[in-house]
């Protein structure tokens, strides 16, 4: 049935959406009130910490068949998963022998086949189950045959949900030579009560091991001593820190061996996707200056100095402020958007009425500038307090007096695009899979609709949306209904770019299901693993929890406000294990959809249309994927904007 709407859809289009060029979309000159400045800012990476609850260890058997590794049991039951060997390496779990009582091994446990992965982008493994065992330390084996070519993988094993460890970077500058720094806490929760450090346990070993672009691992210890960015000494937070020294995917993994608040052996770790770049890009000058552009519009021009090879856009973030009679500083509104280069200068656009509404005086000043990349959002340049030369303006005016308006958060409308009231090509929804997916909905549950198709392939937000926009400019207007990534790719376009989607009448302009709109801890996971064996697609940093709050913290309310949007989750029962696919089951939090955890499937600003049980993020797992339900898809269809 997908395959048959996929060929529908791509018997309508002119060329395939692969072939079509990403330009030519205008991006908006995007400002806010000063009550937005907290919500643009960059954000604390510790906000967007990975909370393991499960590790995963690397197995290289070298010139031997046998591999051994530590493994802590937390409580009766056991499941982990091994990836390599092609499910032919064999298994045993064993119970390290205690004062008085020798080792023994594990009762049987169950086995078979699965799979951990994103859509198409995953490995298959071999999973294990065991029940009847007893706390404590365990001893994992694995033999591989003699000549088996295959001799490194990955075993993934769960702990105690618990205990968990706490892991962040210290900063977003993921940049050639610059210092990254990680951090290792452990965390603890009972009912309400949470705690952190040494209240909730006490690690006993901290590693960072780093892959770099070409696959290569090596491994620090990590340390409590106060010197690095750990805090104080002895306080229970660790610290390592590496450089990098070209760019590239990079995997940082922390890892940490110690015990919880009731005496219990514990092992967690935590993946980072850390894409590094050149810099390229550097500010110039340190004073900034605004001319007149069109009627009631300013050009903020930023100076900078490009190297050869320099993205041709970058995000921009900043505050213009301003002061009163008195010289107290004023706050007038952020600016920013995507911008691309000019003679030496970044231009951004301001509407006038800002500082008219504000009341502002000279001096004025350019604050929290940060200049990133589109597609990691990783800061390339920054300005604390930058002065900024503003032209005569007109009288100021009261607050009360300047309403806002959609020219002065968006910047003004092209004339290249149609107005909503005047659809010559008419209107349309545009139906959106998400990340390594293809055509997922079944388009004969819409009306006046078209699959938008990019099968199986790897997308940044911005490149997902600019994709996005030039399909969509067959029609001179549209709504989406999207899945997975697709959702956040909708919101990026209209958030950044002119688009159809600000021609579109109707109640819902964007709706998504299943959108990760903070994050999967999935993405550190399978990048890692995909680190030694290759993954399809690739990895992709939008998806982190780091990299979708780097995402976030740029994206106005007022776009968020249009999103519509569902999660779901695994049906329960009394009898059996409780989740979508057993695998992902490992590593995320419940509930949860096989891919997204609800929690991280939430919006802020957006509009929570609710949490529906038995359905999963996909076909192929354990309850039916959630984009098949009849019921919510004509919910959406009738009430989608087109």
Known sequence: MHARAALLSIACLAVPVAWAQPGGLVPKQLSGPPEEFAAVRAPDPADAAILSKSALLPVEFGESDLWRGRLPVEGAQARLLVF???????????????AGVPARQAPSGRAGRSWLGIEAAGRPARRYEFEGLEGGEWTLQLRAAPGDAERRGYVLVEGDARTRLASWQSHRRQLVGERIGLTALLTSEDGDRARSGHDAGAIVEASLRVIDPDGAARTWPMADDGRG?????????????????????????????GRDDRGNPVLRSAEHVLPVLERGLRIADDRAVATAAEPG??????????????????????EVWGSDDAGNPVPVAWVGGMVAPEGGRLPIGLDARWVQRAGALPPFELRALRIEDPDHFVPLAAAARMPLALPSLPPAKSAAAVAIDDTMRMGPRPA???????????GRLLLVHGYCSAGVWPEQQFASASSFIDAHQNRS??????LLGAFGAGWDSFGTVAHSQGGAAALHLYAYYWSGLDNASGARLMQSVGTPYQGTNLSGIIATI??????????????TYSGA???????????RAQVNYHTTSFSTAWYRWDYCH??????LDDPEDGTVERASGQLPGAINRGHATGQCHTTGMRDPAQYLDAGRNATMNANAAR
């Open 84 to 98: 390599g060997g092609a499910g032919r390496w064999q298994l045993e779990l064993q119970q390290d022998a205690r």
């Open 229 to 257: 960015a750990d805090g104080a000494a002895g306080d229970g937070l660790y610290a390592g820190a590496f450089v990098p020294d070209r760019p590239g995917t990079w995997i940082a993994q922390v890892t940490i061996r």
């Open 297 to 318: 519009r300013l050009s903020i021009a930023v100076p900078v100095a490009l190297d050869r090879g320099a993205p041709s856009r970058y995000r921009v973030t900043g």
């Open 416 to 426: 290249t695009l149609r107005v909503a009231d005047d659809k010559a090509n008419g």
């Open 461 to 466: 937000h911005d490149q997902f949306a600019q």
């Open 530 to 543: 995909g680190s030694w064996f290759g993954v399809a697609c690739g990895s992709n940093s939008n998806m």
């Open 549 to 559: 709050s780097a995402w976030l913290a740029g994206v106005p309310g007022w776009a």
């Open 582 to 587: 057993m695998a992902s089951d490992l590593v």
